[in-house]
């Protein structure tokens, strides 16, 4: 028994580790160490000054400790400097690059300020999932210096990685959209999307530029939605918008853009060049913010039109004075209130939720809220507890949604009848690529009837119309069943139906686009020989960043053949003896004559593009691509230099040769790389206050941050120059080196 209590604690971290850090059903524990004890007074400083990271010693989440790690007091009307438990950002990768918890590096901790049930925020999120893409989010129970501080809701950060995760890059314009100045009187412009001016330096003040440009961007959105409306869908995402306000509206969500301050959201302009908006901060959900609509109007009897002619709220006034935008609208808020409050659906998760947070919020020492109210808090309204309305009082959830439900059964906008989607259907449920076929809808009580779809997860869904002439595969013209011809020239195919009358809409299924039907493809496997292993990368360090950002190591395949292959259930290997080694997720297709690139750099955590459990090794490794036992292709690749690729030259051949990449192209045969023979010095890495640099022949040299900027441009030098690095900021930086005669080279060092 020793032995085995023994064993227990040395596999606790991981054991923690292995739970996953928004799983709702648990609740986390976050203990952060300082050194100073008077943490909480420099935390306090940072806040009002520069807000700013205080340097933890460490951080350890669920057993598991981080080394050096940036904490900061966070929120506006939740942080208080008298307050014993103040909302927290923890960010682990401040010193670090590499530290990060299940792939996140940040924590957005809320203190549970002016919520009696503690399960607001965690319950709006667990709602909006259902609906539009959100953060994750459960609790953490936090410690500071080996003392209890109290229970947390924990959202995941809205940052690059979310991005990536959901809008499929992070590449784009990306915007905070919270007063810079914080919301109310005396505070920044409202990011209310009313127009000012072409100039953009008229909007900084409501807008925090969260990428490295982006504001011509936002004010061409901005232009578009007030003054060339018929083009919105170009500029922004206009389902996940119409989500949006319908989920404030029902949840009377309104420390939002619905509410009088406009606020609390971001916008990410997406591949596709449409800006995407991301809800955030639901602390006050379930009319828990008393600054109230702008309209005056409030609580159970919040009207779902409400603001819509409010000069303060474009997006909302733009989209309800469109016919067909307020119908797919008001389908969305039908749907939600059915499916989460109608069906109680909501209590049931509060309670599971409660449950799990009990026993800590008992033991929570600094709570606001008493744990009578907190028992209380779902029916029996609370008075107290501070907030922007100084001790207003914040409804039983359970009791307001009741409200909201017998209000909307007479609503004159919510009873409307829609009209009914009695069946969809494709002409052939298995297309091959290429293949032109039917979507066809049976439908009554209706007037139009739309197809939306899209044949890649990453572009947005094409709306067109669906007909009942008789020549769409919709049989006799007239009898309610619609059709529209497509072509399945993608990977996927999703889609789909809208339909509506002069009151009314439905979607069907009734979470689109969130959620949409799908076909099965007909893309058949490749026979050996039609796919390749055409190109490898074993020290990428300048030739392409990965969706997130990271310079890492890869392998590009190459589909020989004119027609679409599925390589789903093939494996990658870099070891000869395991040929199974990484299996190629499902619906991998390769379109004709196609590229495809496969990021080695052991990170299967990452979940945009296709990242292998290994990396190569840059003194030279072996790589295979078989199907099941069958080796389809394999090569055994020699010692690289940095951003020295080997290629299958020519292509469809059998030979390989060093080269210039060619990143998800054509390699260029004709363009090999001499080996460099020397190579600079830099010491000592990594660096704290100097930088030495020792050339072997003249050069001149570039010093880029993580982020690709520009630090510092050297003249040309032959021999030894010396840096002074003492302000510049701590993480990875990558000095080019540009030598006479044409030759590069990159050397990557850390500043700490």
């Known amino acids: 028994m020793k032995y085995l209590s023994l064993l227990l604690l040395c596999l606790l971290p991981y054991l923690f580790s292995a739970q996953g850090l928004y799983d709702k059903n648990t609740v986390q524990t976050v203990e952060v160490f300082f050194s100073q004890a008077n943490w909480d007074a420099l935390l306090d400083n940072l806040a009002i000054t520069t807000e700013d990271y205080l340097l933890a010693d460490s951080v350890r989440i669920n057993g598991v400790v981080f080394d050096s790690v940036g904490v900061k007091y966070k929120g506006n009307s939740s942080y208080n400097p008298n307050n014993n438990k103040n909302p927290l950002h923890i960010n682990l990768d401040w010193v670090n690059s590499n530290q990060d918890y299940q792939g996140y590096t940040s924590l957005k901790l809320q203190n549970l300020y002016s919520d009696p049930s503690m399960i607001r925020e965690v319950l709006s999120y667990a709602i909006l999932e259902n609906y539009m893409d959100c953060p994750k989010s459960n609790f953490a129970n936090v410690y500071i210096n080996g003392t209890l501080r109290g229970l947390y809701s924990s959202a995941e950060s809205i940052d690059d990685r979310f991005n990536t995760n959901h809008y499929y890059d992070q590449a784009g314009s990306f915007f905070k959209c919270n007063p810079i100045g914080g919301a109310g009187p005396g505070g920044g412009t409202s990011p209310d999307l009313k127009y000012i001016s072409a100039d953009t330096t008229a909007y900084a003040n409501g807008y925090e530029l969260k990428s490295t440009y982006g504001w011509t961007n936002l004010v061409d959105l901005i232009n578009t939605l007030n003054n060339n409306f ?97 119908r797919m609208y008001m389908a969305h808020v039908r749907t939600m209130v059915q499916e989460m409050f109608a069906s109680n659906w909501y209590i049931t998760q509060a309670n599971t939720l409660r449950n799990t947070i009990d026993s800590y919020v008992q033991a929570d020492p600094f709570k606001f809220y008493t744990y009578t109210q907190y028992q209380n808090s779902l029916t029996t309204a609370v008075t107290g507890g501070g907030g922007p309305g100084g001790g207003s009082s914040i409804p039983g959830i359970q009791t307001l949604m009741n409200g909201r439900v017998s209000y909307f059964s007479t609503n004159q906008n919510y009873i409307l009848v829609a009209p009914t989607i009695n069946s969809y259907a494709a002409s052939n449920p298995t297309p091959a690529f290429n293949e032109t076929f039917f979507i066809t809808s049976a439908v009554n009580n209706e007037t139009a009837v739309y197809l939306g779809y899209r044949t890649s997860h990453e572009l947005r869904f094409s709306r067109i119309p669906m007909f009942d002439d008789g020549n769409h595969g919709d049989g006799a013209a007239g009898d309610h069943t619609y059709g529209a011809s497509v072509t399945a020239n993608g990977p996927i195919f999703e889609y789909y139906i809208y339909a509506d009358n002069a009151n009314a809409g439905l979607f069907s299924p009734q979470r689109a686009e969130h959620e949409f039907h799908a076909l099965d493809l007909n893309i058949p496997a490749p026979s050996v020989g039609q796919v390749q292993i055409n190109e490898a990368m074993s020290d990428n360090q300048l030739t392409h960043d990965d969706p997130y950002g990271e310079s890492n190591d890869w392998v590009e395949l190459h589909n020989t053949t004119p027609n679409a292959i599925d390589l789903s259930g093939m494996f990658l290997s870099d070891d000869l003896m395991i040929p199974q080694k990484w299996m190629i997720p499902s619906n991998t297709v390769m379109l004709p004559n196609a590229y495809l690139i496969i990021w080695t750099d052991n990170d299967t955590l990452q979940t945009t593009g296709l990242h292998t459990n290994f990396k190569l090794g840059s003194s030279g490794d072996f790589l295979s691509l078989a199907n099941g036992s069958t080796v389809y292709d394999q090569v055994s690749i020699p010692g690289l230099l940095a951003d020295q690729s080997y290629s299958r030259c020519p292509e469809s051949g059998v030979v390989f040769d060093t080269a210039v990449p060619t990143f998800n192209a054509m390699n260029n045969c004709s363009a090999g790389l001499e080996p460099i023979q020397w190579t600079t010095l830099i010491y000592p890495n990594p660096t704290t206050d100097v930088l030495n640099l020792d050339f072997p022949k003249s050069a001149k040299y570039d010093i880029l941050d993580i982020n690709g900027r520009l630090v510092y441009a050297g003249e040309e030098v032959h021999g030894s120059t010396q840096l002074n690095t003492v302000n510049w900021n701590n993480g990875l930086y990558l000095a080019i080196i540009h030598y006479a005669g044409g030759e590069t080279q990159a050397i990557k060092f850390i500043k700490q």
Not at 268 to 290: A, E, H, K, Q
Request: glycine share 8%; net charge negative.
């Open 230 to 326: 018929s083009a919105i869908e170009d500029k922004l995402d206009l389902d996940r918008a119409i989500w949006m306000l319908a989920f404030n509206n029902v949840l009377v969500n309104l420390d939002s853009y619905s509410g009088s301050f406009r606020q609390n959201y971001y916008l990410y302009r997406d591949i596709n060049n449409r800006f995407v908006p991301t809800v955030w901060d639901l602390n006050m959900s379930f009319n828990g913010f008393p600054g109230g609509t702008g309209s005056g109007a409030g609580g159970a009897t919040l009207d779902p039109m409400s603001n819509s002619n409010s000069n303060n709220h474009p997006l909302i006034k733009k989209i309800l004075a469109d016919p067909m935008y307020k």
